[in-house]
């Protein structure tokens, strides 16, 4: 199931909820930013395809899109991007050159339909000024999330996502704990890195944040967070380098969950 929610009056979030058995839900989430020139921020997951289109369509025609923001190429966040580059001739791309070296080994983009921005560059889009960002953690090299002037919004790819037990439409209505646990959880799944990281040099990239202030902060893997919450979600993602490292089930466990799985279907 893909929905949809508004979350600015020209910023609509289409989501969907991935189950990890034994840990809970990873919320996937992709953008729709609309204006003289609008774009969309992500694909949606290649699990999801199916799903994804008739949501997309229900708060945009596909074929008003003009850009596509990929923060990066993993598979839940390129899902329809070939589909939409088919259907939409003047859809372009919006990568880094890493994004479009990666996609060349799968499934090559349309050089003359892709558009090169670095971290620190600003492009601008019809009625748009959007800045590249590296955000503080990330899960794949080729990862750009951008700030836009005009909603004040930071789109932050994987960074501040968070496993949670239930996906509510704001992550202000998460409790103060049920943040903190998904989202250093998260963490240490997703930038396992962290735990090695130097301190103070991860500090100034989280002061780099705060600088920022944003009004928003969109996570694909996090409800909608208001801007006041962003103090809330630094702090959480400081407390992920010394937090328990990640270790996920073992061989072992995996056939005990297969038993279960076999016992329970007979
Ligand atoms: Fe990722
Ligand atoms: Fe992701």
Sequence with gaps: MVNSYKVAPDIEVLTSNFPIPGYGLVPINAFVIKGSEPILVDTGAVLDR????????????????????????DFDHTGSLHQLLAENPQLRVITTFLGMGIMSLAAPLPLDRIRLVNPGQTITVGNRTLTAVKPPAF??????????????VFFSSDCFGALLQAVPQSAADLSDTDLLDGQVLWATVDSPWLH??????????????????????LSSHLPAAPGHMTER?????????TAQPFVGPDQA???????GMTGASR
């Excluded at 199916?50 to 190429?73: K, N, Q």
Aim: proline share 7%; with cysteine.
């Design 253 to 259: 466990a995996l056939e005990q969950m297969l038993a």
């Design 139 to 152: 899960d794949n090299p080729c990862t750009t999330g951008f700030y836009d002037e005009k909603s004040g």
């Design 196 to 217: 090695t990281v130097n301190r103070d040099a991860f500090a100034r990239q989280l002061d780099g944040i705060r600088k920022m202030a944003p009004k928003m902060v």
């Design 50 to 73: 199916e799903r994804f289109m008739p949501a997309l369509r229900s708060v945009i025609d596909p074929a008003d899109l003009r850009w596509i923001w990929l923060t990066h190429t």
């Design 233 to 241: 979600l630094l702090a959480s993602l400081a407390a992920a380098p």
